[in-house]
């Protein structure tokens, strides 16, 4: 059995969910994905996947197993992937609150925000403000 082997379609429909998600955005990481199995479909081994896509082989395995075990939902983005966040629900409600008593500058209200004792840059302070739909200014 090849380096690359995936089960083949579970169907009609599963290969033209992937040919369809392959032909998608090419930046999108779903569409990426799904061109990882449509490789493996054709024979390609691990290694030229890998080299072709810009990944590791490792990644190219584990995100052909993944679709092996769980299908095209597999390709999608998992649950809980990424960095789990420093500020809790309870440092937002301050950081709200600080910027509600009045008209701040973003670094002076970040200053403000740091001597509360909540460690962040400006960047993650207007992130949190835009996506509170908080004005500060």
């Not at 992937?81 to 600080?98: F, H, K, L, N």
């Not at 002076?108 to 001597?115: P, T």
């Amino acid at each position: 059995m090849p380096l690359s082997a995936v089960r083949p379609p579970a169907g009609a429909w599963e290969e033209h969910a992937i040919r369809s998600l392959a032909d998608g955005a090419g930046a999108n990481a779903w569409a990426r994905r799904a061109q990882l199995v449509l490789a493996a479909w054709r024979g390609d081994s691990v290694t030229s996947i890998a080299t072709d896509a810009g990944l590791t082989p490792h990644t190219v395995k584990r995100w052909l197993a993944t679709f092996d075990e769980q299908g095209v939902p597999g390709l999608m983005a998992q649950p809980g992937s990424g960095r789990r966040s420093r500020i809790t629900e309870s440092d937002r409600d301050r950081i709200v609150a600080v910027a509600s008593t009045g008209r701040w500058t973003l670094q002076a209200l970040a200053e403000a925000v740091r001597a509360e004792g909540i460690r962040l840059s400006a960047g993650q302070l207007r992130k949190i403000l835009i996506a509170a739909g908080v004005n500060w200014r």
